[in-house]
């Protein structure tokens, strides 16, 4: 059989003929083990928080008295630390402020609305002391980032505990976190105290805030907030004093004390950052979740929050289908936090705005919710890997909604593969060519599109071409695995990608070379279908620089299918067939290198009726008018 290879060359494609010269032979060598220990080598640090806050709802603001026992569980020592002070970003002049104003697409949210903020609209965190090992420590505000020079080295595998006294200012809502927000929402508190930045195997991470992602270290929270006795919280956390409070907390009554304010104790263990949120007419409620957790609802009754009421029953079962699919919940607790601007997830919380129909209201909640895998247990750099929590929670996302339109809690068409939306909007925008590269950090995207399409869809994509890669069954193992392996050790990109060659048994790490830290495009086509005697010749082209293994699906005029899978020479390997009533040729390895590429049907031209590249429409091709070709 004659083989061909097609060279792209600007305004002339050569065709090279080569008698009896075979394409590069498949193998079944592999280099991976199907073992799943993790690297001991990984350290991370651990913090402890105790904080008493005192808040006046007046003047919209608070007094709070923090001790922070930072465990140094590096080999480094540090002759420095960095708090996170985000209520600094709510100014005329932040960096959040001039970044807005100078978006070539900002954010409808912001826009110039900070540089118009008064100041008793502004907010703020003011440090007024700090001391570390009862010595006082040298610092200085730079925006939203305090810069601590400390008395002393805090050594390897230490601790150092540091007091400090500070004061706050809500700002009105803007974006996330303030008070008064569109809904009417008193107070949606989060970014709201002195938070340690992270110090991990690169260094510190003490980025100014410009209203992104969040990278925090996981530790244990004491919070006691003093609020008038008006106010109903819920948050992050397990309420500790549930007798004191009452308000649909327990059956006591409501003790507040001689300025009329009321305790509220929450403790959370193992979480990264603590929100809350305050009303005078929020309602709770709580439900147990099919997997047994405990969930919190706080929202404001009314006309346009009626779709509340049905949303506990909802998502009772969603806990449920993602324990089996994407892991178990790791807290014992949940809360569903009227507020905020839209949709914000935190440690064992959320904040939403409410006032939605039902399948609004869910779709934001069940997106929120699953960020409790990938941003809060799992804990990548969000800002350097934003599209490892807002991609793979949006992917994890789809599915859930579609498993909740089969069991009709939901209105909406149930789909066959509910990520094919996502990969056509990947597509449309990538042919447009102003995607950057996943491996920007999240505050350095050009425009607030091209981070979001990059974060949520391009991210949820990677999951899909994955799968497409690896098959389905290797891959729901992989997801599983990938959390249970990597929950509560902040994994990077190089970390997931081993988890899914681990269980497939191929080499994946060109994908993740492609996919994270290019633009390059998927782009095949067929060329040429030909008959030689009894058989059938296609020859196939790779346009795009992006190379990946091929499904090619051939129908013939009785209608029946069979399947020719081109593996990629770098996987090292092939996928297991997906639909074993299908009938599937594996053809030698595509190598990457080669833009075209030619295969044998072993039935005459009359007898085929259609050739599809890629039939399940998974694949990631920017062009696919040429994917397909019809016997006429």
């Known amino acids: 059989m004659k083989k061909m290879f097609v060279f792209a060359i600007p305004f002339l494609m050569v065709i090279f003929l080569f008698e009896n010269c075979k394409t590069v032979q498949k193998t079944t060598t592999t280099t991976s083990t199907t073992t799943s220990k993790i690297q001991f080598d990984r350290w991370q640090q651990r913090v402890e928080y105790n904080m008493d806050v005192d808040f006046d709802d007046t003047k919209h603001q608070y007094a709070g008295k923090q001790k922070l026992v930072f465990h140094n569980n590096s080999p480094d020592e540090l002759p420095k630390v960095f708090y996170h002070l985000y209520m ?3 100014q005329p002049g932040s960096t959040m402020d001039i970044r807005s104003r100078l978006s070539p697409d900002a954010d409808p949210r912001v826009t110039d609305r900070i540089s118009k903020l008064k100041p008793e609209e502004m907010g703020y965190l003011k440090v007024k002391s700090l001391t570390m090992n009862g010595k006082k420590c040298d610092f200085k505000t730079e925006g939203t980032i305090l810069e601590v020079t400390l008395p002393e080295k805090i050594a390897p595998l230490s ?3 540091f007091e400090m006294e500070f004061d706050g200012q809500v700002a009105l809502q803007i974006r996330r976190n303030g008070r008064m927000s569109s809904e009417g929402v008193d107070y949606s508190m989060a970014q709201w105290y002195p ?8 260094g510190w991470h003490a980025n100014p805030y410009i209203g992104r992602e969040f990278y925090g270290i996981w530790g244990d929270y004491d919070v006691t907030l003093h609020i008038n006795q008006r106010f109903m919280v819920g948050g992050t956390g397990v309420l500790q004093n549930v007798a004191e409070v009452g308000k649909g907390y327990g059956t006591g009554s409501p003790k507040a004390d001689a300025n009329g304010k009321l305790k509220w104790h929450f403790v959370a263990k193992n979480v990264h950052d603590f929100m809350w949120g305050a009303d005078p007419d929020y309602k709770h409620v709580t439900k147990k979740a099919d997997d047994g957790t405990l969930m919190h609802f706080f929202y404001i009754p009314s006309e346009k929050t009626a779709a509340w009421e049905q949303l506990p029953d ?6 449920a289908f993602n324990r089996d699919n994407f892991g178990q919940y790791p807290w014992s607790d949940y809360a569903f936090v009227q507020g905020g601007d839209g949709g914000m997830e935190y440690p064992m919380s959320t904040l939403i705005t409410g006032e939605r129909p039902l399948s609004s209201l869910v779709g934001v909640s069940v997106h929120e919710l699953f960020h409790s895998w990938y941003q809060g247990a799992l804990a990548s750099n969000e800002s350097l890997y934003a599209w490892m929590d807002e991609g793979f929670t949006s992917y994890a996302s789809n599915y859930t909604m579609n498993y909740l339109k089969k069991l009709k809690l939901i209105k909406g068409e149930v789909e066959e593969e509910p990520m094919l939306g996502d990969v056509a909007r990947f597509t449309k925008w990538q042919a447009q060519g102003r995607e950057e590269p996943l491996s920007i950090h999240a505050d350095h995207y050009v425009s607030n599109t091209a981070y979001s399409i990059g974060a949520y869809t391009k991210g949820a994509v990677f999951l899909e071409e994955i799968k497409y890669i690896i098959g389905e069954e290797n891959f729901q193992k992989g997801i599983l695995q990938y959390f249970n392996t990597w929950k509560m050790k902040h994994p990077n990109p190089n970390d997931v990608i081993r988890v899914f060659e681990k269980v497939s048994n191929l080499e994946l790490d060109w994908f993740k070379e492609y996919y994270v830290y290019t633009t390059k495009q998927i782009d095949y086509g ?15 082209k790779r346009d795009g620089a992006f190379p990946m293994p091929l499904d090619i699906t051939v129908i013939y005029s009785d209608g029946s299918k069979e399947q020719f899978y081109a593996p990629l020479d770098l996987m090292r390997g092939e996928k297991p067939n997906e639909n074993p009533k299908i009938k599937r040729t594996i053809l030698p390895d595509w190598a990457w290198a080669y833009p075209g590429y030619e295969f044998e ?10 050739i599809v590249i890629d039939e399940s429409r998974r ?7 040429n994917n397909v070709w019809m016997n006429k």
């Open 88 to 90: 600094n970003a709510f």
């Open 159 to 161: 601790k150092a505990t």
């Open 195 to 202: 938070k340690m930045c992270n110090y991990d195997e690169q």
């Open 314 to 319: 909802i998502m009772a079962k969603v806990f």
């Open 526 to 540: 067929i060329v040429e279908v030909s008959e030689e005697g009894a058989k059938t010749q296609v020859l196939l």
């Open 601 to 610: 049907i072993p039935a005459p031209k009359s007898k085929v009726s259609k």
């Open 619 to 625: 694949l990631a091709d920017v062009n696919r008018d």
